[in-house]
């Protein structure tokens, strides 16, 4: 079977629609994380809206893993006083992108892979390392985030490596947080087993 060129052009413009196509259906955080550099082990695009307010995306990798060291976290509450909460500190590099600005930061640019990159980058004002954790996963039951949540207290000790696997990263923007961020894990590793499967 012999193909003319009008047949063929039209079949490669047909092939050529269908991947712009199904590019476009792939969800806008797979297609904005892919802006970030390679040193990103956490990626967070912020979108500051015009009213002042903004929001914030945490993009999701294909494991969602990250290592960290557990901390306690001490806190003050202008009614309730003082409060400690458990947390960690990522072992890895988060970056937060401003979208509006494309401006990127991070904890310590001056990180060795951070310097040898062409990548220019800021220091955050908060701290892009520490996190509390909440435990509320859209994708869990309240039954099931309850028992996570006792585990993770049951079994912390400070300073352990843990690997954590994140559902979501919120901005901790109340009274109640004593970090700036907080990690929502969809599961803990410690003493290599997961705790909250």
């Known amino acids: 079977m012999k193909f003319s060129k009008f047949s063929i052009k039209l079949f490669a413009k047909l092939i050529i629609f269908n ?16 802006d970030f550099p390679y040193f990103c082990d956490l990626k967070i695009s912020y979108f500051p809206g015009s009213d002042g307010n903004g929001y914030e995306v945490y993009h999701q990798s294909q494991s969602n893993e990250i290592k960290a060291k557990t901390l306690i976290y001490e806190g003050e509450h202008p009614v309730h006083g003082s409060f400690t909460q458990l947390g960690v500190r990522i072992l890895g590099i988060v970056c937060y992108k401003n979208e509006s600005t494309q401006i990127i930061f991070v904890d310590d640019p001056d990180n060795k892979w951070i310097k040898l990159s062409d990548e220019k980058v800021q220091q955050h004002e908060y ?20 028992e996570c949540s006792n585990k993770w207290w049951t079994s912390f000790a400070e300073n352990k490596n843990v690997i954590l696997k994140i559902a979501d990263i919120w901005q901790g923007s109340t009274a109640h947080y004593s970090t700036d961020y ?16």
């Not at 991947?19 to 892919?34: K, M, R, T, Y």
């Not at 859209?138 to 099931?144: G, I, L, R, S, W």
């Open 182 to 197: 907080a990690i929502v894990p969809h599961d803990i590793m410690i003493n290599a087993s997961w705790i909250c499967s």
């Open 19 to 34: 991947i712009l196509f199904f590019q476009n259906a792939i969800s806008e955080n797979i297609d904005i994380a892919i």
């Open 127 to 146: 701290s892009l390392k520490d996190f509390i954790l909440i435990f509320l996963d859209d994708n869990k039951t309240d039954q099931e985030n309850q």
